[in-house]
């Protein structure tokens, strides 16, 4: 496996591959003209409000939500897809958080996005082959056509499409959206990234369907070491394929821990109502759901103290001054295990 | 049994072979007899504009035959105001449209087509800033601009054609620049970005492809109006100089040939204006509609769906293939 | 005698080019007051189809055969001039991504009223103010009535939605993934209205979803669909634990729990296509355990117990049924 020189191989156990601090993503929001006639402050959307997480390489991280909680913007913020307010953001220890596009280049070879909309993800007007073979030629590491069709046929394999030249000339209109995503990921997978982020990868495949795409990116990341953040609103898919669950509300980490930890023991009460609310397979596995009233709030309004208390059952005076950080719970079973409420 | 998902088994849409995807021009105008009739009209008058001046039975110039003289065996179209022959006044007019003709559409694609890419790719202040430039160009009149580019240099046909093409990019641009920007907005252009794809590979690979049967669509219909620009042009006078359609008319218009009932000086090239503009219309709009998505309109139509009395016979009798349903 | 069933239901679609698409196969189901029944399967099994053939929404290339009864009257037979006037006043429908359907340039409130004018159910004031009860039925204020869509949630447009299907007081209440495009939250509020709806008022709901956890926790009993066809009909209950299909053990096998316990596995291949008869049983290609009968011979629905119906040879006495995979022998 060729590695680039910009990024060290991850088998130093303390480093990590990446390492995200107090990351703060603001859009601003433009004044209509009695606003600004009227010098009203300029209004914010805070989609990401300090948010701090680490990956290991080879470790698969979910970062669940709901609309509205800044998941994706936090992923797009690590690949440097949208500007970045204020925090660093750092992979594999190199601090990416401001680099130039230019700069950027080589670093995005080690870094991939794995979209959710398989039928939109890739040129309807590329093969297969030109599909999986575009990020080469973007990188130069094109090298003769002979070893650009193996380095294709090797990806496609790894994604099972086996055999490889059934797929390699067909067009996308072609395949079946699970086919389509295997494509792209494919398409990720020839650069041999270090970290890859998955957007809902699933969400759009039938159901029957996407178990064996979530196998196939946990076989894959356990073969190379290499590091998942997966973004999904769908609880049930993290806790089974996540080795860490990140649970995001309105731009910040509420919780965050091992991935049995944060479903089955939940620290703090949003986490606690969402676990309650997630439908389960077994009629009898009923429990009682803690359904909170009225939705999320608005970025652009982001309640003082704990942005949680509007909503939170259990929320006191002190919730509504001092906001919260993420801690040790004294009801957590380990250090690994965290969560942003004053009441654990 | 657990098996992990082999991506490939019975039932799934793969076909045996890769399908040859083909030109989506050709595609679209196959299987449209619109289109193809637009194609052979449009087809008809190249080849007369190639080739009139050579069978056209007499000059198209010069005096042949007596002034307003009515069809007969020797001038199957008569003849006009000066005595020339209106069949090879059409055959070697018809050039002057059809060159104009494509010749202001081709600039209009290639200024239109290229400031609606621009515009639409790089949005933001350049796409406004060009945006206002089409604005202004949208309310010259063309004919004001004509008369006075003619006072001022005289006519000629290289004038003409850009005048024409300079007043039709503006729909270009503006057709071009929505599709570039909704093409940006894609998930596989963004994700080419995400690469670390250069502007220059996404424009030439990914969003020029996409816009290019489009403007192929849009530059044909050009075609059409930039033909009855040119005629309207020529009747007003300050068209291209010589033969042409427009002269044509213009002459029967101020040579009264109506009152004289010579309707063969003015039918002729009014039918070959008005076909030439069909034929072009018919293709561009064939390829256009092959190019928009089918819009589901099912639910505003006249007819309903259907009840079949009766119960369905079951899908497949025991041990027997099933005959296609009716 | 239930309150709405379907007999043998079957919808064809005429392809563009040639041939026809039959997409709903044979399907019979039937619903009560107060129940909630779920309708489930993947993407092309015709249960949408279904479900809009049961209020005659279909397009002019379809057609349809059976019977749709509600109350016993036969619905379905009269084709869509005599379906109008039992849609919405008997059947009405909430559908899939309607929080987007909602009229952007019309209030909500006329948007409720205006079923009400069309099947002369109230008029003026009388309607102006079951508009408002309707909308506080629903857990939005009886002011938003005055509001536009687009200034609403996608959470509280699918409630006002919600609201508009029940504006002439149907006696069933049809959901096509009323929740798909909703936050997990958001979508326990929905689900807890309709399932207080159909004990308040009592409705009978049929839900169409791809999601199973959904259907077990919320439905009674489910119908799950494949290929067209009906591969199992029982209740929620039975389906998890005593599955006599094996799509439907190998569905809940495909989708994760919370639990996280067991292994999650997909389901190999993908469904038949419907425009192209079928021989033997559809599920035949992608099944774990299919044997001799399966190829050859389609299987009828038949009762495996009470109020459970299976449509699989492994249930016939008649065949020798193959060993289950744990009991082969390593």
Redesign the interface.
């Given at each position: 496996m060729s590695e680039a020189a910009v990024v060290p191989t991850g088998t130093d156990e303390g480093a990590f591959l990446l390492d995200v601090r107090d990351l703060v993503v603001h859009y601003p929001v433009r004044r209509d003209l009695t606003s600004a006639l009227r010098r009203e402050p300029h209004q914010r959307i805070s989609a990401v409000d300090g948010v701090s997480f680490s990956l290991r390489h080879g470790e698969m991280l979910a970062l669940i939500g709901?609309?509205g909680c800044g998941k994706t913007s936090t992923a797009q913020a690590i690949?440097r897809?949208i500007d970045v307010t204020a925090g660093t953001i750092e992979v594999a220890g190199r601090d990416i958080t401001h680099l130039t596009s230019q700069q950027?280049?080589p670093i995005?070879?080690t870094m991939?996005?794995v979209?959710q909309?398989p039928y939109?993800?890739?040129?309807p007007?590329f093969?297969v082959r030109r599909a999986v073979e575009?990020?080469l030629l973007?990188?130069g590491m094109a090298g003769s056509s002979d070893q650009r069709e193996a380095k294709i046929v090797e990806a496609l394999e790894r994604?099972?499409?086996?055999p490889a030249d059934?797929?390699i000339?067909?067009?996308p209109h072609?395949?079946?959206g699970?086919?389509r995503q295997?494509v792209?990921i494919a398409a990720s997978l020839v650069l041999e990234p270090r970290l890859l982020l998955a957007d809902e990868p699933v969400s759009m495949l039938?159901?029957?369907?996407?178990?064996?795409?979530?196998?196939?990116l946990d076989r894959i990341r356990r073969e190379s070491d290499m590091g998942i953040v997966m973004i999904t609103?769908?609880?049930?898919?993290a806790?089974?394929?996540a080795d860490r669950i990140a649970v995001m509300y309105l731009g910040r980490i509420v919780e965050e821990g091992p991935?049995?930890q944060v479903?089955n023991d939940p620290q703090h009460p949003y986490t606690k109502?969402?676990?309650s609310?997630?439908?389960?397979?077994?009629?009898?596995?009923?429990t009682e759901?803690q359904?909170?009233h009225g939705?999320?709030p608005n970025p652009i309004d982001v309640p003082r103290g704990c942005r949680f208390h509007p909503r939170c059952p259990v929320a006191e005076e002190r919730c509504k001054e001092t906001d919260p950080q993420l801690h040790v719970p004294t009801g957590a079973a380990n250090d690994a295990h965290r969560a942003a409420c004053l009441l654990v | 049994m657990k098996t992990t998902e082999p991506a490939l088994a019975e039932g799934t849409a793969l076909e045996a072979r890769p399908s040859a995807r083909g030109n989506v021009v050709v595609q679209a105008v196959k299987g449209r007899p619109s289109a193809l009739v637009g194609l052979v009209i449009v087809a008809f008058f190249v080849f007369v504009a190639v080739f009139g001046s050579v069978l056209a039975p007499y000059s198209a110039t010069q005096q042949t035959g007596p002034v307003y003289a009515p069809p007969s065996t020797e001038h199957w179209l008569g003849t006009d105001d000066s005595g020339v022959d209106v069949l090879s006044e059409l055959m070697v007019g018809g050039r002057t449209s059809m060159i104009v003709g494509f010749a202001a559409a081709f600039v209009a694609m290639i200024v239109g087509g290229g400031i609606g890419l621009i515009a639409g790719y790089a949005g933001g202040k350049t796409d406004g800033a060009l945006m206002r430039v089409t604005d202004y160009f949208l309310v010259i009149p063309d004919l004001v601009l004509m008369i006075v580019i003619v006072t001022v240099f005289g006519p000629s046909r290289l004038l003409v054609i850009l005048v024409i093409g300079l007043l039709l990019w503006t729909a270009t641009a503006r057709i071009v620049r929505s599709q570039v920007k909704s093409i940006r907005e894609r998930v596989y252009v963004r994700r080419a970005r995400s690469l670390g794809a250069s502007h220059r590979r996404i424009v030439f690979q990914h969003v020029l492809p996409q816009v290019a049967p489009l403007l192929i669509a849009t530059t044909v219909l050009a075609i059409a109006y930039a033909i009855f620009d040119e005629s309207a042009l020529a009747f007003l006078g300050v068209g291209v100089p010589g033969v042409s359609w427009g002269n044509m008319l213009e002459h029967a218009f101020e040579r009264t040939a109506m009152t004289q009932g010579a309707w063969w000086a003015f039918v002729p090239p009014g039918l070959a204006i008005g076909l030439a503009v069909i034929g072009c219309y018919l293709m561009g709009q064939a390829i256009e509609d092959a190019l928009n998505p089918r819009l589901r309109v099912a639910h505003l139509s006249i007819k309903s769906w259907r009840f079949r009395g009766g119960s369905a016979a079951p899908v497949a009798p025991e041990g027997s293939a099933q005959e296609p349903r009716p | 005698m239930s309150l709405l069933e379907a007999h043998d239901l079957n919808v064809w679609f005429d392809l563009p080019h040639e041939g026809t698409l039959h997409a709903v196969q044979g399907v019979s189901f039937g619903v009560d007051a107060g129940e909630r029944l779920g309708l489930v399967g993947e993407s092309g099994c015709g249960k949408t189809t279904a479900l809009l053939a049961l209020m005659g929404l279909l397009p002019p290339n379809a057609q349809v055969s059976g019977r749709v009864t509600v109350n016993g009257e036969d619905i379905l037979a009269g084709g869509e001039d005599a379906m109008r006037s039992h849609r919405w006043t008997d059947v009405a429908m909430v559908f899939q991504g309607a929080m987007n359907a909602l009229n952007p340039v019309k209030t909500v409130g006329s948007q409720i009223v205006e079923p009400m004018r069309f099947h002369d159910t109230a008029d003026g004031d009388a309607a102006q103010r079951q508009a408002g009860e309707l909308l506080e039925l629903v857990g939005l204020p009886a002011s938003a009535a005055k509001r536009f869509p687009h200034e609403f949630s996608g959470g509280m447009r699918q409630r006002a939605a919600i609201a508009m299907a029940l504006a002439c007081s149907p006696k069933v209440l049809l959901a096509d993934e009323p929740t798909t495009a909703l936050d997990v939250m958001v979508q326990a509020q929905i689900l807890d209205l309709l399932e207080s709806l159909t004990r308040d008022l009592g409705l009978a709901l049929i839900l169409v979803t791809h999601d199973l956890p959904l259907v077990t926790q919320v439905c009674e009993r489910a119908v799950v669909m494949y290929a067209g066809r009906i591969a199992e009909f029982g209740s929620v209950d039975t389906l998890f634990h005593d599955p006599r299909h094996p799509y439907t053990r190998l569905l809940f096998e495909a989708t994760p729990d919370l639990s996280g316990l067991e292994e999650v596995v997909s389901i190999p291949g993908s469904p038949p296509r419907l425009d192209r008869p079928t021989v033997g049983c559809p599920f035949a290609p992608r099944c774990d355990r299919v044997f001799e009968p399966c190829a050859a011979h389609l299987p009828a629905l038949v009762s495996v117990a009470e109020r459970h119906r299976a449509a699989c040879h492994l249930n016939d006495e008649a065949y020798a049924r193959p060993p289950r995979p744990t009991e082969t022998p390593a």
């Open positions: 709901e609309s690949l897809m950027l280049r995005r070879r991939q996005m979209y909309d939109e993800s890739l040129d007007r093969r575009e990020p973007i990188h994604v099972e499409l086996s059934l797929y000339d067909r067009y072609e395949l079946s699970g086919q295997r792209a039938d159901v029957s369907v996407r178990a064996g795409i979530l196998s196939l609103h769908d609880v049930s898919t806790a089974h394929f991935a049995r479903v109502a969402l676990m609310v997630v439908p389960k397979r077994d009629p009898r596995d009923r759901p359904i909170l939705e999320t | - | -």
